[in-house]
């Protein structure tokens, strides 16, 4: 019994004695390889790991936004305890703003067509230096992810900044949505635009009140689809912000 305490004794003094230098160096090295294994993918083959001080850092080079959240996500997948200093690049084409904003917000009004719920979706899209921020409302977060994602996966974005809001779940709301798209959509002078897949007038709901956006043609359009909007019972407010296509916003 004497010669284990004596043995325990002996081998703690040992590590006491190891520098702790020599404890970091070892732990850098196994981040190391950990996230070098994770990112053994061709997605990542310009992507560069160096651990200092138990932070993995990542640069280089990939062609999406999405894969360098997804580079980050897998070296944290393999140490969750790691701290990682993404400073990967986007490559890629330099596509203006202007471009890259038009490009976006058609892809992502269209994104949904067919589920029912692209009336109701009314998300923004600015775009600076090629980052792109997403603001607005989505209906659910399937829509919200699905915006997200078409950013994240578009050559020429840098980065994206998520502000997208997502409509609260609500029975009352539902009602309130289905009621309005008939009232405007079906109201003779505006069914033309029902024709439209992507929906051009879009209906927020949010806790009984309601917010028209998108692009009409005519002044005239703007105003019946607000009076249509107020018809609806149990609404509690109506907002119009449509804007009339060729004015000024």
Do not use: C, W
């Not at 001080?53 to 990939?62: D, F």
């Amino acid at each position: 019994m004497r010669k284990n305490v004596i043995f325990s004794a002996l081998a703690l003094a040992f590590l006491l004695a190891i520098p702790a230098g020599l404890h970091a160096q070892s732990s850098d090295a196994q981040l190391l390889a950990q996230a070098r294994k994770a990112l053994n993918k061709s997605a990542f083959k310009n992507v560069q790991v160096s651990v200092q001080n138990g932070t993995v850092v990542l640069s280089g080079t990939v062609s999406y936004y999405s894969e360098k959240v997804q580079a980050e996500k897998k070296v944290k997948t393999a140490d969750g305890s790691a701290e990682i200093e993404n400073n990967i690049t986007v490559a890629g084409p330099e596509i203006s703003d202007q471009q890259l904003a038009s490009k976006l917000t058609r892809e992502i009004e269209s994104s949904r067509i067919g589920y029912g719920t692209t009336a109701f979706n009314a998300i923004s899209v600015r775009v600076h230096n090629g980052v792109v921020l997403l603001g607005g409302s989505a209906y659910d977060p399937v829509d919200a992810s699905t915006a997200y994602n078409i950013a994240a996966n578009t050559r020429g974005v840098k980065d994206v900044i998520n502000h997208i809001t997502i409509d609260p779940t609500s029975p009352m709301d539902d009602r309130i949505r289905l009621a309005e798209f008939r009232a405007i959509y079906g109201f003779p002078e505006l069914n033309r635009y029902a024709l439209n897949p992507i929906k051009p007038i879009r209906i927020v709901v949010q806790n009984g009140h309601v917010t028209l956006e998108g692009v009409v043609d005519s002044a005239s359009d703007k105003q019946i689809a607000g009076i249509r909007a107020n018809t609806v019972p149990g609404v509690f407010s109506v907002t119009n912000d449509l804007q009339v296509a060729g004015q000024e916003h």
